[in-house]
């Protein structure tokens, strides 16, 4: 069974720059997350979609973070314009969705992101 | 939301036991423990969920008393393989359905040694 699936897996961009995310999540699964990990710390939830619904973005910083997952399945992440503090591992993961029981979350390798 | 306590770091030798013990106060009736493990670079990975009492899987059992406080995950006869990253996490099973947020805390960072 194939994985979560992020690209890219490093970006370099410079502050004030734009930079979008990728995920593909489990085929399937219709729940999709969306994480940050600063260095030293746990995985932060961003965000959190049903299907193509929002469930949960109260930690999103909305001013410059949104995110979208059209048609259910792939979801995109973008960071506009970005910070130096956004320099992040950022990370997707998805599960099977409500009513499935157990709600192991599987993660993808993220996307290594480096503001200067 | 159940926040967690676990120590910053542990330290083992091959072969030994390791069991990392976790602080959930405020568990709520509907909260499950789960444990994930990461590897650097790498997204967590599920390792084991339970409720109360003791769950066994292929990687590692989990210990949940009666109260519900604590837990405990231990890994028997560790290897240099499993030097990683552990959390503890509480929160209601079915996540999908509710604002249930993950918290996932500073974890324990567990090194094996020769």
């Known amino acids: 069974e194939a994985g979560v699936a992020q690209s890219p897996r490093y970006k370099i961009i410079e502050k004030r720059q734009s930079v979008a995310f990728w995920c593909n999540p489990i085929s399937g699964h219709a729940t999709l997350y969306w994480y940050q990990q600063i260095l030293g710390q746990g995985p932060k939830l961003l965000i959190q979609f049903q299907n193509n619904g929002v469930v949960d973005d109260s930690q999103l910083p909305k001013d410059r973070f949104s995110a979208e997952r059209l048609k259910g399945v792939d979801s995109t992440l973008k960071i506009q314009p970005a910070k130096l503090e956004d320099s992040a591992v950022y990370l997707c993961?998805?599960?099977?969705?409500?009513?499935?029981?157990?709600?192991?979350?599987?993660f993808g390798p993220g996307t290594r992101l480096l503001v200067l | 939301l159940a926040k967690t306590t676990q120590p910053i770091s542990m330290d083992s030798y091959e072969g030994q036991e390791v069991n990392i013990t976790c602080s959930h106060n405020n568990i709520a009736t509907n909260d499950y423990i789960t444990w994930y493990q990461q590897f650097p670079s790498q997204g967590p990975r599920f390792i084991i969920q339970g409720y109360k009492t003791k769950v066994t899987n292929e990687v590692a059992s989990l210990f949940i008393p009666a109260d519900r406080k604590s837990s405990t995950l231990s890994l028997p006869r560790v290897s240099l393989s499993d030097t990683a990253v552990y959390y503890c996490l509480v929160g209601p099973a079915d996540r999908g359905s509710t604002l249930g947020r993950l918290y996932f805390g500073r974890g324990t960072q567990l090194t094996v040694w020769p």
């Open positions: 993961a998805s599960s099977l969705g409500p009513g499935q029981g157990e709600e192991t979350q599987y």
